[in-house]
Each structure stands twice: as structure tokens, then as C-alpha cells.
């Protein structure tokens, strides 16, 4: 048996009544069945299909190590830079995998807004959980996903009452401290919007120090009747990193989700968003940007489930890719037969500055019903020799005109985040990283 | 000291001879017209002047206030005041018109070693300029010549030019797609940069615009050289006649 899969099965076992949850026969029982459906999938090989771009060498040939989680010595100020504004957003911290409450501000949170740890939720009240614990992930070969199942230690859970509206954005940041030997954490968060409810939340994972580690994210959102949220998610973890997470969302009847991925961090990141149009009238609108340098791997993948009749969506995928990076988006729409009435949208627009730069973009339209409008493109480009000359021509040198390009060329995803407080956070993150340097 | 001495210049195109020795002098204050048929070597001559990479320079030189043109990469030209209004301005998605004019004001001031306009100071010079041109006060937001008509491309290629107030100005085509009013705000642009210290080379097609900036001298390119030159006397006789009469001069 692979190295990991040991590894994750002899924590469950040694580890089994530390687990959160443990007291309660169902989620004990839903860790033990997570856990035999991971060794019966195994982990992910370039074998199975939706796989078969992402390198798995490392998944068999790195030995990450469990860790007991929080970690002592936090300065908040070494957090500022990875936190939106103080003041300006409610935030939980999950240092290695656990929450760590003098990190975090939830000061003025309104009612009916609760925001807590699903360990303590697990632990205290734990028939509050069940409802949620067979959310299933519906993309193929979920191994990975089947261990996080298994083995979440914490996450944040967040339910909003109907009507209730969050009026400032809601952080939720995993980071990981480096450690002598690379850990695993493998954080599940749930986001529940009752009926009318309106919430924006940011997602951030990063990682202090420049070390090897791996995260197996997952993340439950749930949109009532009516709700609106906006979910933003930035990975942006070390270099060395390896990162492997999945967001799934259900949503109900008239409910609109804008979902947007910014994905800069990591020697290897792959997102994938699903989302089940569940009741009509339903809205998503994905939005993902990976800028990659030097020999990172990110990937970013949708899978779109019209479930119902009169559902949209709307996605834009942009991709940038310096160095020998590679890129893949896999975009999946499904429109099952019977369903009627469904308008897809879906765009990845891609931009190779380096000639040993690879991107694999691929939509995928399972289109097995007749009342659709249903539209897909997909581009692949350098940048614009033509518009480089004009800026020279104006002054600028050629790295400042090729910069401005980049910055042109992602601006439009960038434009559409709200409030300006997230917008330029997100432009200082993913400048700190390699974008356009 | 001319502002842009050009001596026996020949120059090729993917190694296909396109200008064949133009001898040209343009003196502080003056204002020079080039005209002349479709593929005369007009757009290469300012696209040469600009720093083209495709344009091979086989034979001659060109001086810009003493300075070796041709040694400088084209972003030093335009430090140094050498202004380009493209024929065909790009389009430059997510970069606006006020960002792409701060970068480029501000590298031409640290080439100068100026100080540096701050972002307040460069926004009110900014909406001034493009208040004498009559631009909309969201314009200069928007991504550079995105969506922009032919005329919007033009007018903004000129604001480009107010706001960097260049030392030689080439326009290459700026009148063509222009209605009769953008026409008139074109030229008092041209108008408002002429003073002692600058020099302008307008490329055009119709005396209409040279009507309304009076240039100081009129040349001809054809097959490649300068083949005639006048003043606005010749201008006039071109829209007359055409160029048929010159062939024989050319060849």
C-alpha cells in the first residue's frame, strides 16, 4: 500500500478519539466508511482520467508526516500581510490545521451569523454536523477527498439564519509553518446561507517559510433559496508546496454564487469546484486566474451540474504562465436529459510568456439535452509583440511593458472582486508572488 | 542644433529596400508635412524614427538633437521626447489610458532626472489635457483604445501626445477617420505644441489638415526618396493633380 495511505489509515486508527467527533456514532462511522472508500480508490494516478495531466510522484515518493496542529509563538503581525485589512474583516486562523482563537477576530459578528470550529461543533454538538457530513464530492477518482473525510481535524463552520446578511467579508486563512519533515492538513470548512441570506467569504491558504507541506482542502457551501454568496479563494502557499483541494457547492432554487479562484502559490495546486444548480432560476458564475512561474504545476478544474431546469452559469478561466510552468483547466458543464432551459457559459483565456511554458485547456460539454444555449471558447496566446512596441514607443522598457500587459490581462477578473479592501489585498498577494516579475 | 537630421538614409523591410536615400532636416519650431502615394515608404520612415525592429537600417543617418538616433532603443527615444502617433494605435486590454500615460510620464522624467509627478498632481495635468480635447472625464479609465473608434483611437493618440509633450512629434496619419469637428480639435492640438523648442512631422494623405496647421514645408516621398519639396502651394497642386505627374521626377 502506498506510504500515505498507511500513514492516514494508522492515524485513524492511533489517533481514532482524538478526532473530533469521535463520541458521535455517525461521524465516527462516516470517518471509518471515508476511510475504506480511499483504500478502495486509492490515491490519484496519471492513470485515471481527470488525473491524467497532474504529476502524482510526489503523493508515493514524499513522506508527510501527521502533526498535532497550532503551533505557539504567532505574532499576529506575522499575519498582517496575509490577512485583508484588520478592522475591516471578520477572520478565523487555522495554524496547521487547527483553529487558533488568539489569532482570529469575530468581534461584532451580527445575529443569526454563527461562525465557529467544526472540532468543537463536532465535539459539542455534533448532531448539528450530520446533515452535512454525506455532502458528497461528484468529480471521479476522489481518494484524496475520501481521506479528508476520514481524517479532518478542523475547519470552520459557518451558518447564516434566512435573511440574515454579513455586511463585512468573512476570512477564513489556513496557513502552515514549515516544519523540519513536510505535514499533511487536511481542514474541511461548511458554509450554509439559509433562505435570502447574503454573504461574501475569502478562503486564503499560505504558508510561513519557504517549506514542503501538503494540503487536502475541502469546502461545503450550501446556498438556500434566494442566497448569495460570494466565495473567494486564494491559494497561495509556498513554492515546495503541494496543495490539493476541492470546493462543492449546492445550491437551491434563485440562489447566486460568484466563485473565484486565484491560484499563484505552490509547486503543485489543483482546485476543483463543483457545483450542483439544484433549484431554478440558480446562478453561478466561476471565476479562476493561475499565474505560474519557474516549474509550478497548478491546475484548476469545474465541474458544472445543471440539475434543474432554468439554471445558468457563467465561467471565465485565465490562466498566465512563465518559467517551464504548466497550466491545465478542465472545465466540465453537465446538462442531464429532461433538463430544460439552461443557459452555460464558459471562456479560459490563456497567456504562455515562455516558450517551455505548457498550458492544457480543455472544456468539456456533456450536453445531453436540446433546450440549451450553451457556448465555449478557449484561447492560447503570448503576449502581444505589437502592444509591446506601442508601450516602448511611449517609454516604457520592454519588462515594464511586458508587466502591464500581464496586469492588463488579469485585470478583468481582478476588477470584478468587491469590496476595493479584497480587491487590492488580492492584487498586493498576487504581486508578492511571481506575477509578472 | 536641427531637431531631426536625417542624411542618406536607406531602409529595408524583411531585406526589401523601402526608403532609398531620404535626406530630411526639421528645425526647432518647424512643422513638416510628408505626402505622398500608398506604399511610398511614409509609415516606414515613422516607424524607423520610432525604433521598428523590423526596419533594417542599410546605409545613412538619422540625428535627434545631435543625438545618434538609430543607437537608441525605441523606449530612450521616447524619454529623450520622440513621439509616435500611430497609424493603427493597438489595443491594450486592462492597461487605461491614465495608467499606460503615469508609467510613461514619469520614466520620461526619471530619464530627465526629474522628479516624479504624484499621482494627484498627474491626474489634475492629466484631465486638463484631455479637457482641451474634448475626451469624456471616464475616458482616460478606460483600457487604451479598446473598443474605441478609428476617430477615438486618433484623439487619443494626441492626448498621448499633450500629456508627454514631446520635443518631435511624428504622426502617421493622424486626420484619417476623423469627422470635419475631431478634425479641428486634432489640429489645435498639433497647434498648441508648436513653439521654438519642438518639431513636428505630420504624414498625411489630404491637404484638409494641413490647412489648419499651416506646415512650414511640404515634401513628396515617392519610390522611396524625398522627391519634391515645397510649401502648401505644392499641398494644394497634389489635391489637384495627384501624384502622376511626379513619376517622372521619381524615376
Not at chain 1, 465516527?28 to 482520467?49: C, H, V
Not at chain 1, 515518493?61 to 485583508?84: M, N
Not at chain 1, 479562476?288 to 504545476?297: C, E, K, N, P
Request: with cysteine; charged share 20%; hydrophobic share 45%.
Amino acid at each position: 500500500m502506498n506510504a500515505l495511505l498507511q500513514v492516514c489509515q494508522q492515524q485513524l486508527l492511533a489517533a481514532d478519539a482524538q478526532l473530533p467527533g469521535h463520541d458521535a456514532l455517525s461521524i465516527r462511522r462516516f470517518r471509518q466508511e471515508a476511510m475504506q472508500r480511499a483504500l478502495q480508490t486509492g490515491l490519484p494516478t496519471q492513470q485515471m482520467e481527470h488525473w491524467k495531466y497532474t504529476p502524482t510522484r510526489w503523493l508515493t515518493e514524499s513522506a508527510y508526516a501527521f502533526h498535532a496542529g497550532g503551533c505557539v509563538g504567532l505574532d499576529p503581525e506575522d499575519l498582517k500581510a496575509l490577512l485583508v485589512a484588520r478592522g475591516q474583516v471578520h477572520h478565523l486562523v487555522f495554524v496547521n490545521g487547527l483553529l487558533s482563537l488568539p489569532l482570529s477576530g469575530l468581534d461584532g459578528l451580527p445575529a443569526g451569523v454563527q461562525v465557529e470550529s467544526m472540532a468543537r461543533l463536532a465535539r459539542e454538538s455534533p448532531e448539528a454536523l450530520e446533515p452535512w457530513l454525506g455532502s458528497d464530492v461528484t468529480g471521479a477518482d476522489q481518494g484524496l477527498a475520501a481521506l479528508n473525510q476520514a481524517l479532518w481535524p478542523d475547519g470552520a463552520f459557518v451558518r447564516l439564519a434566512s435573511g440574515v446578511q454579513l455586511s463585512q467579508p468573512l476570512q477564513l486563512l489556513f496557513l502552515t509553518t514549515s516544519f523540519r519533515e513536510p505535514i499533511v492538513t487536511l481542514p474541511w470548512s461548511v458554509v450554509i446561507l439559509g433562505e435570502g441570506a447574503r454573504a461574501q467569504v475569502i478562503e486564503s491558504y499560505a504558508t510561513l517559510g519557504q517549506g514542503d507541506h501538503f494540503t487536502n482542502a475541502r469546502t461545503t457551501l450550501v446556498l438556500g433559496q434566494g442566497a448569495q454568496l460570494d466565495h473567494l479563494l486564494l491559494l497561495a502557499e509556498s513554492d515546495r508546496a503541494h496543495h490539493v483541494g476541492s470546493v462543492q457547492a449546492t445550491q437551491l432554487g434563485a440562489s447566486r454564487l460568484a466563485a473565484r479562484v486565484f491560484a499563484v502559490g505552490g509547486a503543485l495546486t489543483r482546485h476543483e469546484l463543483h457545483v450542483a444548480l439544484a433549484g431554478a432560476e440558480a446562478e453561478c458564475h466561476p471565476d479562476g486566474l493561475f499565474v505560474a512561474g519557474g516549474r509550478q504545476h497548478l491546475e484548476l478544474h469545474s465541474w458544472i451540474h445543471h440539475l434543474h431546469s432554468h439554471t445558468r452559469s457563467q465561467q471565465w478561466f485565465k490562466g498566465v504562465l512563465d518559467g517551464e510552468a504548466r497550466g491545465v483547466f478542465n472545465g466540465v458543464v453537465r446538462v442531464p436529459q429532461g433538463v430544460r432551459e439552461i443557459q452555460a457559459r464558459q471562456q479560459t483565456d490563456n497567456l504562455l510568456l515562455s516558450d517551455r511554458a505548457e498550458i492544457a485547456a480543455k472544456p468539456q460539454l456533456e450536453i445531453h439535452s436540446d433546450a440549451v444555449q450553451c457556448h465555449h471558447g478557449a484561447t492560447v496566446g503570448s503576449l502581444d509583440a505589437e502592444a509591446i512596441f506601442y508601450l516602448r514607443s511611449r517609454g516604457l522598457d520592454e519588462e515594464c511593458a511586458r508587466k502591464l500587459l500581464v496586469q492588463g490581462f488579469i485585470d478583468v477578473l481582478l476588477q470584478r472582486v468587491q469590496p476595493a479592501v479584497v480587491r487590492e489585498w488580492i492584487a498586493r498577494r498576487l504581486n508578492s508572488g511571481e506575477v509578472a516579475s | 542644433m536641427n531637431i531631426l537630421e536625417i542624411r542618406n538614409l536607406h531602409v529595408s523591410v524583411q531585406r526589401k529596400p523601402i526608403l532609398c536615400g531620404v535626406e530630411l532636416a526639421l528645425q526647432p519650431g518647424e512643422i513638416h508635412a510628408i505626402m505622398g502615394p500608398n506604399g511610398s515608404g511614409k509609415s516606414t520612415l515613422a516607424n524607423l524614427l520610432a525604433g521598428r525592429e523590423e526596419c533594417q537600417v542599410t546605409a545613412g543617418e538619422v540625428f535627434y538633437q545631435g543625438l545618434d538616433l538609430l543607437s537608441l532603443a525605441p523606449e530612450e527615444r521616447a524619454r529623450a521626447g520622440v513621439f509616435l502617433g500611430f497609424q493603427h494605435p493597438v489595443e491594450i486590454p486592462g492597461v487605461s489610458t491614465a495608467r499606460l500615460l503615469k508609467e510613461a510620464f514619469n520614466a520620461r522624467q526619471r530619464y530627465r532626472r526629474l522628479p516624479e509627478m504624484d499621482a494627484i498632481a498627474f491626474r489634475d495635468h492629466l484631465g486638463a489635457q484631455a479637457g482641451k480635447l474634448g475626451l469624456p472625464a471616464d475616458w482616460l479609465l478606460r483600457p487604451v483604445n479598446v473598443g474605441f473608434s478609428g476617430g477615438e483611437k486618433k484623439r487619443n493618440e494626441l492626448l498621448q501626445m499633450l500629456v508627454l509633450e514631446p520635443h518631435l512629434a511624428i504622426l502617421d496619419e493622424i486626420d484619417s477617420g476623423l469627422d470635419i469637428d475631431a478634425l479641428a480639435l486634432v489640429a489645435e492640438g498639433i497647434n498648441a505644441l508648436r513653439d521654438p523648442g519642438r518639431a513636428t512631422l505630420l504624414i498625411t494623405h489630404y491637404p484638409r489638415l494641413l490647412d489648419r496647421v499651416a506646415p512650414d514645408r511640404v515634401h513628396v516621398l515617392m519610390g522611396g526618396r524625398i522627391i519634391v519639396s515645397g510649401d502648401m502651394a505644392l499641398a494644394r497642386e497634389l489635391e489637384r493633380q495627384g501624384y502622376g505627374w511626379l513619376e517622372e521626377v521619381a524615376t
